[in-house]
């Protein structure tokens, strides 16, 4: 039994996934491993992103059982998947973060472990406004719409998006004066 950890972040408008680097037996891959001994599957998740990762701090929830025959040439492997979203700068500078669309392919079936992450943010980013809190508040409706673009991968139309979103919002009744312009109102989720 193994757990394998997908954590998603935004980098420089672009939806990533953080990584292991390559190493001598292994391609890049999800930070992860075996589930010891009186183990829970939580703990090994948190221990996996500590120590290959160097990540800590935060709060996986399990996303799918993989259970290919032949998903790990070492024998049968189960996997008990797992995902976080973070933001970027909450994660240590050394960590290895490589945008989605730049991705090579992954060991073992961490390529599908990703596409059920990607899929699963995605679902949550379609109605509500930034449910995994990756912008900081307050925020505009244009740095909005710009995460949502990011996490979505593909361009939304300002004025659907505004429609969609301010029921969600709440006005802190301040402008952003940055730029040129007029200046733009300021919100933070309902």
Not at 1 to 22: E, F, K, Q, R, S
Not at 132 to 160: K, M, W
Request: glycine share 6%; proline share 8%; charged share 25%.
């Amino acid at each position: 039994m193994a757990v394998d950890t997908a954590v998603l972040t935004v980098v420089d408008g672009a939806l990533a996934v953080l990584v292991l680097p390559p190493s001598e037996h292994l391609p890049m891959r999800l930070p992860g491993t075996f589930l010891h001994e009186g183990e829970e599957l939580a703990d090994a998740v948190l221990r996996s992103l500590r120590e290959k990762a160097g990540v800590e701090g935060l709060a996986p929830r399990q996303l799918r059982v993989f259970d290919a025959v032949d998903r790990d040439d070492r024998g049968r492997v189960l996997s008990v998947a797992h995902v976080d979203v973070a933001r970027s700068e909450a994660l240590p500078p050394s960590t290895l973060v490589v945008p989605i669309a730049e991705l090579p392919p992954l060991a073992f079936d961490h390529d599908q472990i990703v596409a059920f992450a990607v899929d699963w943010l995605r679902d949550r980013y379609r109605e509500q406004p930034d449910p995994a809190g990756l912008l900081g508040e307050p925020f505009t409706i244009s740095r909005l719409r710009a995460l949502h673009e990011a996490v979505l991968g593909l361009e939304l139309l300002p004025d659907t998006f505004r429609r969609s979103m301010l029921p969600q919002l709440i006005s802190i009744g301040a402008l952003e004066r940055a730029g040129r312009g007029r200046p733009a109102e300021l919100y933070r989720r309902a």
